[in-house]
């Protein structure tokens, strides 16, 4: 942490006056308000609107920001959530469908959290653009699922993008290619903040251009923003106005995230007669999630609680798969009516996320945001739904690519789900080397994707390729090491192997 930096919070946390840390609060305050107006100012008159709503939401968090003190969770009143707050989704199920499911899905709208970009597996523009299985998309999946509803049920389920100002452009570019499929495309854009220095806690833009050397002062404040931001676009009132009642939002990335009629008809008939407002879909912590937030009871209401929130001494009993044994899959219920009124009553309260980050030339700053699960708290009547691990099947990393792309799923409009040829309906661990980690790459070392039904464990290292019809069976562990090279053989079938050193295949 900066000097600065250190000594504002270190002046919080002492138990000096209140005066003082008031005076000095008001100070940063009053600064920020002078350099946000100068922003303001260098705004063309048809962004002036905008901008003005932007900045004025980014003045509200930096306020919370100066006010907060410490962790904002206290450790010890943190309780496991009861028994009832959270069913198991084989209950919600058992109760069936409706006669009319179109009626239900009449009610719903679709929200993809649309605002990234592909740059962690190596790619330019929207991270929805890249291609998944047999040359879709994720958003070619997302149409095809939500369009797939329509046809099947006679319904108008729309779909709505939160975009960024990252992905906004090359989105709407794309948009047009799905003009005469069955589904209606909204689009609305995330807020854009700006970066603070860390040292100073100024913004670092000086005019409100995004390009050129400003391109990195600029940030979409995480998918927390999506409460206002859809306020602010007019869209949620003119949805509620089409009789639209729930949203179903979730990760454009997560490949599980598809609509369940069982969850939308226990949210439209509620068994007792009391309307859920929000629901989470937890589901079963592993190894690889012990970082991802996780439901509790903190004052008598349902929370999420986010590794960044956890006072240090505390971390490791976060991440105990024992304690906490369910994390949030990020996919969400929520009543839109709701949405309106604690949007109206400016009551929808999330902890803020500090997030520091290293501009290219070398500058460290901070990004506040917050995220969307975090206002469970805000609503009534809320809980959490035990998925099962099938609906949380995200995308992160080309490790994850080659899972989704290979025989272990099937394709089904839009939707993957498990082979049944695969005995245990477990998935296969896969870790693969950073030679691996840019799409372009990944797909050149592959000549086509192995067979996968019977493998359970998956490390490569190395400069490593794959021929065709390579079939991979329980562990296998392929390692070449610095300056050496393994290509597997097309028709190979490696079996519980460890391949190590060098293996060339040179045509003659």
């Given at each position: 942490?900066?000097?600065?930096a250190?000594?504002?919070?270190?002046?919080m946390s002492q138990?000096?006056?209140?005066?003082?840390?008031?005076?000095?609060r008001?100070?940063?305050?009053?600064?920020?308000?002078v350099?946000?107006d100068k922003i303001?100012g260098?705004?063309?008159?048809?962004?002036l609107?905008?901008?003005?709503?932007?900045?004025?939401g980014?003045?509200k968090l930096?306020?919370?920001?100066?006010?907060e003190?410490?962790?904002?969770?206290?450790w010890?009143?943190?309780q496991r959530?009861?028994?009832?707050?959270?069913?198991p989704?084989?209950?919600?199920?058992?109760?069936?469908?409706?006669?009319?499911?179109?009626s239900?899905?009449?009610?719903?709208?679709?929200?993809?959290l649309?605002?990234?970009?592909?740059?962690?597996m190596?790619?330019?523009?929207?991270?929805?653009?890249?291609?998944?299985?047999?040359?879709?998309?994720?958003?070619?999946?997302?149409?095809?699922?939500?369009?797939?509803?329509?046809?099947?049920y006679?319904?108008?389920?729309p779909?709505?993008?939160?975009n960024?100002?990252?992905?906004?452009?090359?989105t709407?570019?794309?948009?047009?290619?799905?003009?005469?499929?069955?589904?209606?495309?909204y689009?609305f854009?995330q807020?854009r903040?700006p970066?603070?220095?860390?040292?100073?806690?100024?913004p670092?833009a000086k005019?409100?251009?995004?390009?050129g050397?400003n391109?990195?002062a600029?940030?979409?404040?995480?998918h927390g923003?999506?409460y206002?931001?859809?306020y602010?676009s007019?869209?949620l009132?003119?949805?509620?106005?089409?009789?639209?009642?729930?949203?179903?939002?979730?990760?454009?990335?997560n490949?599980?995230?598809?609509?369940d009629?069982?969850?939308?008809?226990?949210l439209?008939?509620?068994?007792n007669?009391k309307?859920?407002e929000?629901?989470?879909?937890v589901?079963?912590k592993?190894?690889?999630d012990?970082?991802?937030?996780?439901?509790t009871q903190?004052?008598n209401?349902?929370r999420?609680v986010?590794?960044?929130?956890?006072?240090?001494?505390?971390?490791d009993?976060?991440k105990?798969?024992?304690?906490?044994?369910?994390?949030?899959?990020n996919?969400?219920?929520?009543s839109?009516?709701?949405?309106k009124?604690?949007?109206e009553?400016?009551?929808?309260?999330?902890?803020?996320i500090?997030?520091p980050?290293?501009?290219y030339?070398?500058?460290?700053v901070i990004?506040?945001?917050?995220?969307?699960?975090?206002?469970?708290?805000?609503?009534?009547?809320?809980?959490?739904?035990?998925?099962?691990?099938s609906?949380?099947?995200p995308v992160?990393?080309?490790s994850?690519?080659l899972?989704?792309m290979?025989n272990?799923y099937s394709?089904?409009?839009?939707?993957?789900?498990?082979?049944?040829?695969?005995?245990?309906?477990?998935?296969?661990?896969?870790?693969?080397g950073?030679s691996?980690?840019?799409?372009?790459?990944y797909l050149?070392?592959?000549?086509?994707?192995?067979d996968?039904?019977?493998?359970?464990?998956?490390?490569?290292?190395?400069?490593?390729?794959f021929?065709?019809?390579?079939s991979?069976?329980?562990?296998?562990?392929?390692?070449?090491?610095?300056g050496d090279?393994?290509d597997?053989?097309?028709?190979a079938?490696?079996?519980?192997?460890i391949?190590?050193?060098?293996?060339r295949?040179l045509?003659?």
């Amino acid at each position: 942490m900066s000097s600065f930096a250190q000594d504002f919070s270190k002046a919080m946390s002492q138990a000096g006056t209140s005066q003082f840390q008031e005076a000095v609060r008001q100070e940063l305050e009053d600064s920020m308000k002078v350099e946000l107006d100068k922003i303001l100012g260098t705004a063309p008159q048809y962004e002036l609107e905008h901008t003005k709503k932007d900045l004025e939401g980014f003045k509200k968090l930096f306020h919370r920001f100066l006010q907060e003190k410490g962790p904002s969770v206290d450790w010890g009143k943190i309780q496991r959530p009861p028994e009832e707050s959270i069913q198991p989704y084989e209950k919600i199920k058992a109760r069936g469908l409706p006669d009319s499911i179109a009626s239900v899905l009449n009610k719903l709208v679709v929200v993809k959290l649309n605002g990234g970009l592909g740059t962690s597996m190596g790619c330019k523009g929207p991270k929805s653009l890249i291609g998944v299985r047999n040359e879709n998309t994720f958003l070619d999946l997302t149409v095809q699922q939500i369009e797939h509803l329509n046809k099947t049920y006679n319904t108008d389920v729309p779909l709505v993008l939160m975009n960024s100002f990252n992905t906004d452009e090359d989105t709407k570019k794309i948009l047009q290619k799905y003009s005469h499929s069955r589904v209606k495309i909204y689009t609305f854009n995330q807020s854009r903040y700006p970066r603070i220095n860390k040292e100073s806690l100024l913004p670092v833009a000086k005019d409100v251009s995004y390009s050129g050397e400003n391109t990195e002062a600029w940030y979409p404040p995480g998918h927390g923003d999506i409460y206002a931001s859809f306020y602010n676009s007019g869209l949620l009132d003119s949805l509620i106005g089409d009789g639209k009642e729930y949203l179903f939002v979730s990760n454009i990335d997560n490949l599980g995230a598809t609509v369940d009629l069982y969850i939308l008809n226990h949210l439209m008939n509620a068994p007792n007669g009391k309307r859920c407002e929000f629901v989470m879909e937890v589901t079963n912590k592993t190894r690889a999630d012990v970082k991802g937030g996780t439901l509790t009871q903190y004052e008598n209401k349902l929370r999420l609680v986010e590794i960044a929130q956890v006072p240090k001494p505390h971390v490791d009993e976060f991440k105990s798969v024992s304690k906490f044994k369910i994390f949030n899959t990020n996919n969400l219920w929520i009543s839109l009516s709701a949405i309106k009124r604690l949007q109206e009553r400016n009551a929808i309260d999330m902890e803020i996320i500090v997030n520091p980050k290293t501009l290219y030339g070398g500058l460290n700053v901070i990004q506040l945001e917050t995220a969307v699960g975090a206002a469970i708290k805000s609503f009534e009547n809320s809980m959490g739904i035990k998925v099962p691990r099938s609906r949380f099947l995200p995308v992160k990393t080309t490790s994850d690519l080659l899972l989704v792309m290979s025989n272990l799923y099937s394709l089904n409009a839009g939707s993957l789900t498990m082979s049944e040829k695969r005995e245990f309906p477990t998935v296969p661990l896969v870790k693969l080397g950073s030679s691996f980690t840019k799409v372009q790459d990944y797909l050149r070392r592959f000549e086509n994707i192995p067979d996968m039904l019977e493998l359970d464990h998956l490390t490569v290292s190395g400069d490593v390729t794959f021929g065709k019809n390579v079939s991979l069976k329980g562990t296998v562990i392929i390692i070449a090491n610095h300056g050496d090279r393994i290509d597997i053989p097309p028709g190979a079938v490696l079996e519980n192997k460890i391949v190590s050193g060098n293996l060339r295949i040179l045509d003659h």
